[in-house]
């Protein structure tokens, strides 16, 4: 299994909603990432967890708040979020640091 | 602060000619590359990566060239197909770090 898999592919939410977008995996990597990306934009770091604990927050507004359950699942809980958080949420993970990034297919977050 | 960029926006090739998308990088801790390959609605796909300790790669149909002296990274496609079209990134990874950041991209379109 060498797949990222990222739920749900498409969200719309208001600005008062609270959700979740789920990322799972189970290659046995240790390091798992939160990345945002705009349309025509390189993907943005937001988190990074290595061994289950948070280890890179890149100054990420509160209303983001991410989660490592387990070493094989990865959410992002979203609370009171701005139209200008509308875009693609990317998770990833990988073996250790000098190792390729595997991607989830993302999910399309359209705030309202 | 550091960052992973790229020289051109966008490349448009003729099916069947070689493509070379460059990258210049500013962190000299870096000491390894990669490149992705993005197509419209999904998460950035794997190509070819390099560790700081090689100047050349080669995959099928792609060679990644590393210049440590001039920070400056390059990826070569041969025999280009309409399937190639993409927005390709390189992304950086400092020694010892767990962050991986990702430069501007370059939109590849192949013209039949």
């Known amino acids: 299994d060498t797949e990222v898999t990222q739920t749900p592919k498409h969200l719309v939410m208001g600005m008062t909603n609270k959700k979740s977008l789920k990322c799972e995996q189970h290659?046995?990597?240790?390091?798992m990432y939160w990345y945002k990306q705009k349309a025509k934009k390189p993907p943005e770091l937001m988190f990074v967890y290595s061994y289950e604990k948070l280890s890179i927050n890149e100054s990420v507004p509160s209303r983001f708040s991410p989660e490592c359950p387990n070493s094989s699942l990865l959410n992002l809980h979203l609370h009171a979020l701005q139209p200008e958080d509308s875009a693609l949420y990317l998770c990833?993970?990988?073996?250790?640091?000098?190792?390729?990034?595997?991607f989830g297919s993302g999910t399309q977050l359209s705030v309202l | 602060g550091e960052s992973v960029g790229l020289h051109l926006p966008t490349l448009s090739v003729q099916e069947g000619d070689n493509s070379i998308i460059n990258c210049a990088y500013s962190n000299s801790a870096s000491d390894y590359f990669i490149w992705y390959k993005q197509e419209s609605g999904k998460g950035p796909q794997f190509i070819i990566d390099?560790?700081?300790?090689?100047d050349k790669r080669q995959g099928q149909r792609v060679t990644v060239l590393l210049n440590k002296t001039v920070k400056h990274l390059s990826l070569q496609i041969a025999a280009t197909q309409p399937g190639d079209s993409a927005v390709y990134f390189c992304a950086e990874t400092p020694s010892g770090n767990n962050d991986m950041r990702f430069g501007a991209g370059t939109r590849l379109t192949v013209k039949p």
């Open positions: 290659m046995g990597h240790r390091a």
């Open positions: 390099i560790r700081s300790n090689m």
């Open positions: 990833a993970s990988r073996r250790g640091g000098n190792e390729k990034l595997f």
